[in-house]
Each structure stands twice: as structure tokens, then as C-alpha cells.
């Protein structure tokens, strides 16, 4: 029998409501000991799905009034018995009942114990377990979305349909193979490559989609680059929606790099505002220009800026010419002021041009616009369920790998045999993919980067 957990669930600091859930077979007991409903009623003879208000004791000691909910196995979150004590908000005083309930027979649950134990029930997938700490983290609405669509099934959905047509022909070939006597179709070579063919693409789209999700959830490293006092600053603080970088008309105030993480719509921008990129003999000035070109050069997104109103200087080009190879806006600011600026010269290196007056606060949708373009946000549907974490794309890969090697083993003429031992190791990597096979190690893992509490 496994212990009966408790742990708060709600965030860890003052609010209207703080919620203690406490889970296991004794969930009910442990509850009781505890919990003193105003109208008499015994928590372990209540049904699922009903609460009752009453006072949290401390033995003897009022801690605070409360409702208790309970959940009957295996009609919950975990798939136990479980009871949530919801109480006042507080530092001290949810600690206090999660206190109580750990002297009257529960023990305090580890990181992501309660998503844990509802896996191990059966209540879900591991790839629904994993998205459940990504519906608590999401920095936006896509995120979010996609994080939702996942918890519901929607990836699982997409990677059981490739296995079902691997073990539908992992199961024609082996029949065929060992009982020839039987009336069992033959596999058609080019019936077999034509369903392969099909779960190459499909895993080949699936893989399309991390690395877009992956900046929905953890942002774009983004580097705001240009010479000085073309409105670098001005644009940080605009993006940010704060005065986060200092503003003057003195070229050279932005001496390091400023950092910052907003949102630009729906995508999470970890932005850095960095000296202005010239040439100089200023010690200082000289570092921080070195660190700007070094962060260009690694940089997720440059957002680089042009002040419309100046002639296209040697500096300019300068950093035109280390955006060769990297992904980049070219952003004419300034654009409340008359034009002096070459823009076809800059149309002409860099594809991506948006047009802002960042001091008028004028033209950020259409740099969200064209940030969700580079990106890939703007072609992505969060809700068809998308790979979430690096474990999930690992086992993707391996399944598209063996794929890749059936079908050419296929063409090729190689032993139906072979094939068919290809395709079941393809089959073995999406089952650790959902979690239907998987080790305890990988578990583990996984759900202790949980938060406490879920």
C-alpha cells in the first residue's frame, strides 16, 4: 500500500484561497482527523463530489474555517481517494493545516507526486503528465493552447495513429511469414512502402512542430542591435512596456547589455537591448560593442535598427554584414520623421523590413507580424498537439529512423523478416513515447521537475 501525500497546491504566498490535497487510500481518514463539518457530517462516509464546510483543528486548536471536497477512487485527479481542504490564503496559515494533516497519518508529497500517481493509475499518458506542467508555466495564449490540446490527447492521438498502422503491418508480415499454409494475403512490396511512407510523414510533420513549441514555451533569444541613437532603447522599453533601458539623445548611453523577457502577442521574447554597434577608441565602449556582435552571432531573432531620418552609415553596414546568416529584421524606426534613410540598400540584404516609430508606440503589429513569420508561430496549430519536451522528440526521432531504414530495407528487397524486426523497434520508440513502456529511471525524471503540490 502506498503512503497516503499531502502538500499545498495552490502558489506559495498570500491569496483569498490556499488549497491542502491530500491523496492515498487514507485520504478520507487523514481528512477527518483534521476537518469538523459544521452540520456533523463524517468526510469517510461522504460521496464523491461533494464538499461540506466546517473549522481545521490542530488537536484541539481552531486553524481556520474550510471546505472540504472529496473525490472517491477512482473518480479523481489520481485516481485515489482524494480529499482538498481549501482555506484561507496565507503563508502561515495553509502551512499550518499542511501541518496538521501531516501529524494526523499523511506524509509530504514529492515534486509532481500526485501527476505521478495518476499516470501510474491510468488516469493518463505521460506525454498528458508532461503537459500539465506546461498549462501551469505558459507564458501565452499559443502556449497555453497547445499545452491544453496535448493534456486532452490530441498528441497521443497523432502518435497512436502512426503505431496503429506499424503494428496493423508488423502483424500482416509476421502472419504471412509463419503461416504460409493459411489463405492470408501476400504483402505487396509496394503496398507495404506506401504505409510506411505515410507514418514518415506524419512523424516527419510531428517533428516539425518542436522547435516552434519550444518557443511558444521558453521565448526567442532576441538581440535588438544597431549603431547608436537610432532607437534601440526606445524600442526595448516599448517591447517591454517599461522605461527598462535609459533613453537620451547622447549616442553611446546603452554601454552592456540590458535584458528583459516579454511578449510580443503570443510569443515569449527574451530580449536584449545591447550597445550600439560603431567604431571607437573608448575602452569601455569597445567591450560592449564586442558583446553585441558576440550576441548577434548567437542570437535566436535580431531585431535590427535604422534610424530613417539618417543616411546609412559605415556602421550600418557593418552590421548589415554580420546579419548575413542570421535570422533578422531589418526595423526602420523613426518613421514620425522625414526620410533620409537608403532603405533599398537594406531591402536588399536583409528580406525581413517592418517600419516603427517606436517613440509613437506606431507600427508593433506589424513586427509581431513578421517575428510569428520567422518564427514559424504564424503556421503552427497549437491545438493538433505538438512535441512538448526533448524526451518526447528523442523517441520521435528513433521511430522516424527506423521507419526511414524499413522502407529502404523494403525497396531494397531485404527479408520481409528484417523488415518486420524494424518496424517493431520503430513500434518500442513510440510506446516510450506515450509512456506505455518506459523505464522507472526515465519516470523519475520526468516528474521531478514537477512543481510540489502537483
Not at 81 to 102: F, N, P, Q, W
Not at 246 to 251: D, Y
Not at 383 to 404: D, F, H, W
Request: include cysteine; charge should be negative.
Amino acid at each position: 500500500m502506498e503512503n497516503t501525500i499531502a502538500a499545498i497546491s495552490t502558489a506559495n504566498g498570500v491569496g483569498g484561497m490556499g488549497v491542502i490535497r491530500i491523496s492515498g487510500e487514507n485520504a478520507c481518514e487523514v481528512a477527518q482527523r483534521v476537518f469538523r463539518s459544521v452540520s456533523d457530517k463524517d468526510i469517510t462516509k461522504m460521496k464523491g463530489y461533494t464538499a461540506t464546510f466546517g473549522m481545521v483543528y490542530d488537536g484541539d486548536e481552531k486553524i481556520d474555517e474550510a471546505v472540504a471536497l472529496v473525490f472517491k477512487a477512482p473518480h479523481s485527479y489520481t485516481g485515489e481517494d482524494v480529499v482538498e481542504i481549501s482555506c484561507h490564503g496565507g503563508l502561515y496559515v495553509t502551512k499550518r493545516v499542511l501541518r496538521a494533516v501531516l501529524k494526523n497519518g499523511a506524509v509530504s508529497a514529492q515534486a509532481g507526486e500526485f501527476t505521478k500517481r495518476a499516470f501510474l493509475n491510468g488516469k493518463m499518458g505521460l506525454t498528458e503528465a508532461e503537459a500539465v506542467m506546461d498549462i501551469i508555466s505558459a507564458r501565452g495564449r499559443q502556449s497555453a493552447k497547445a499545452a491544453l490540446s496535448c493534456m486532452e490527447g490530441k498528441l497521443r492521438q497523432r502518435i497512436d495513429g502512426v503505431r496503429d498502422i506499424l503494428v496493423t503491418t508488423a502483424a500482416h508480415l509476421s502472419a504471412w511469414a509463419d503461416y504460409p499454409e493459411d489463405d492470408i494475403p501476400q504483402v505487396q512490396n509496394e503496398s507495404l512502402v506506401s504505409s510506411l511512407s505515410q507514418c514518415k510523414n506524419e512523424l516527419e510533420n510531428l517533428l516539425k512542430t518542436y522547435d516552434t513549441g519550444k518557443i511558444m514555451r521558453e521565448g526567442v533569444n532576441t538581440v535588438i542591435a544597431g549603431r547608436p541613437n537610432v532607437g534601440k532603447s526606445t524600442l526595448m522599453n516599448l517591447l517591454s512596456g517599461t522605461e527598462r533601458s535609459i533613453v537620451t539623445n547622447i549616442p553611446g548611453t546603452t554601454r552592456d547589455i540590458i535584458e528583459e523577457s516579454v511578449m510580443l502577442g503570443d510569443i515569449p521574447l527574451n530580449l536584449s537591448d545591447t550597445a550600439g554597434i560603431h567604431i571607437t577608441e573608448d575602452t569601455v565602449e569597445k567591450i560592449g560593442v564586442e558583446r553585441a556582435k558576440d550576441r548577434i552571432m548567437k542570437a535566436g531573432l535580431v531585431l535590427a535598427v535604422f534610424d530613417i531620418s539618417q543616411p546609412l552609415s559605415e556602421d550600418d553596414k557593418e552590421l548589415i554584414d554580420l546579419l548575413e546568416n542570421a535570422p533578422a529584421i531589418a526595423v526602420i524606426n523613426k518613421t514620425d520623421l522625414q526620410q533620409n534613410l537608403d532603405t533599398d540598400y537594406i531591402k536588399s540584404k536583409i528580406k525581413n523590413v517592418v517600419y516603427i516609430s517606436a517613440l509613437m508606440g506606431n507600427g508593433s503589429a506589424e513586427l509581431e507580424n513578421k517575428v510569428a513569420e520567422i518564427v514559424g508561430t504564424s503556421e503552427l496549430d497549437a491545438s493538433e498537439g505538438i512535441l512538448a519536451t526533448e524526451r518526447q522528440r528523442i523517441s520521435a526521432e528513433n521511430a522516424l529512423a527506423s521507419v526511414k531504414e524499413a522502407i529502404h530495407a523494403a525497396e531494397m528487397g531485404i527479408t520481409l523478416d528484417a523488415v518486420t524486426v524494424i518496424i517493431e523497434d520503430a513500434i518500442n520508440d513510440l510506446l516510450e513515447l506515450t509512456g506505455e513502456r518506459v523505464t522507472e529511471t526515465v519516470t523519475e525524471k520526468i516528474f521531478a521537475n514537477f512543481c510540489v503540490g502537483k
